[in-house]
């Protein structure tokens, strides 16, 4: 060891320093830093460059990514998207109100011989909860849908006024619909029925329960009658009668269905090919028997469209609803579509509706639905013959028809297709007339008897209402998204630019080259 001490230098100012020298042991480099300005100045661009090609890129096609997700998710071509989940199960709550007539004067008309006005009073609501499920679905190669309904109601005590115990006298319908069929038969046959129905001592009214009425149903002779004479075009498929009878939980009762499935185009979501495999009713001539419309539960996007249309297997045929203003519930903004006089006009008032009302025209304000309901003298109307022609309610006691009530509308959301809120209000009237032979029928007048309304709702829920909100603001958070990343390159091309500008690159790309050898 060297135990030299080490001489002092001298600074040029005078004062003093030891050199120390410098050790020949290797040292481990230490890199502060490899890129170069240059490299600096492309990386800082580059990132500026690719900010506002991807923001100016998100911007404008935005929309066109958010279609493609509606068109991927809206669509019931594969039971994998989220509409198909929504449409096999009822995926809101839906309710079912009855309401049935009374008839409260029956033996006073008949004693008259119906020179006194029948008078009514509504029983109700009998309040069901109703749940509907897709079922033999099948995937066709055409891009529709081919399937079934079923359909389940379950009484709901807690919103219903009454019991279903409760008794109801109402105009016979077995015996109208026997009458409606033989009124044009021989005098023989309709001799025949008569004798018969002293035999079994029938009259023209009959007492049940509500819960017999509706889905219990009840035996009556004369359909054990039918059943054995098997008498030709007299063929009625039930041996009880209700009102909603063999309905519940049965998946043929609505027929078979085929509709589009929307995935090569999503305006053609759910819209009605064909009913019981077949593309025309047979029930009514022209276009009044075209199938179309939707199931009023699955929807397109209805967007700026002046009218919709809906498929009922209950009418055969399809009822026009027009849009009408807004409705918004739980912060989703939707078109209302209402039916207006139009949907059971009879031609007089809309000349393209003659073709509902075949044979004897009668005055605006009810359909005739008997081809549709086994020969039955039924005709469909809005409650308490609301929007009619005052014929009916002029002829009876009892009806009080109001918009708020009594109406029946769809509210959808325009872009989406999801129903807001659907409200469906619908009576069943039975036509009383004068038949010769028939002893219980040959004193009265004609009169289109209320049997009973229904009012089916369903208000969209918050998973729903989520769902719906959601693919509204897509657009709107890839546009902004797009606007906030085109700021970003801006901001990081102007500190490029301005760097630039002001030379503010320290070093150069030698100097940090020597520097790192220097290690």
Known sequence: MDNTMEEPLLNENGSTYTETPVSSSPKKKIMHGCCTPTCRKWTLFGFAAFFLLFGILLVLFTDDIVQA????????????TKEYKNWEETPIPMYIDFYLFNWTNAKEVIDSKWTIKPNFTQLGPYSFHEKHYRKNVIFNHNRTVTYQTQRLWHFAPEKTVGSLDDSITTINPILLTVANMIKYKHSLVKMGIDFFLEEKK???????????FLFDGYEDPILDLLKKLHLKNMD??????????????????????NMYDGSDDVRKLGKFTAWNYEEKSSYYPGHCGQVGGTSGELWYPVKD?????????????TLTLERNGTFEMLGVQSHKF????????NGTLHPEMACFSPGEVVPSGVRNISECKFGAPAFLSYPHFYLADPFYTDAIVGMKPNASEHQMTMSIEPQTGIPVQVKVAA???????K????KLLENVKTHYMPALWFK???TVNEYLADQAKLLLTLPSIGHYTGYGIVGLGCLLAFIFGFVTWKKLWRGSDQEILLNQDAF
């Open 236 to 257: 009625i498929p039930f041996t009880k009668f209700g009102w909603f009878a063999n309905r519940n939980g049965s998946i043929t009762y609505d027929g078979t269905y």
């Open 338 to 345: 209402v039916a207006t006089e139009q949907v059971f006009d």
């Open 69 to 80: 997700v509606k068109n991927q998710e809206l669509n019931v071509g594969s039971n994998k």
């Open 456 to 458: 089916q709702y369903a």
């Open 427 to 433: 009576q069943i009237n039975l036509k009383v007339e």
């Open 305 to 317: 469209d002046k009218t919709i249309q809906v498929f009922s297997a209950d009418v055969c045929s």
């Open 202 to 212: 029938i009259n023209l009214t009959v007492t049940k329960t509500a819960r017999e």
């Open 435 to 438: 038949i010769d032979k028939i």
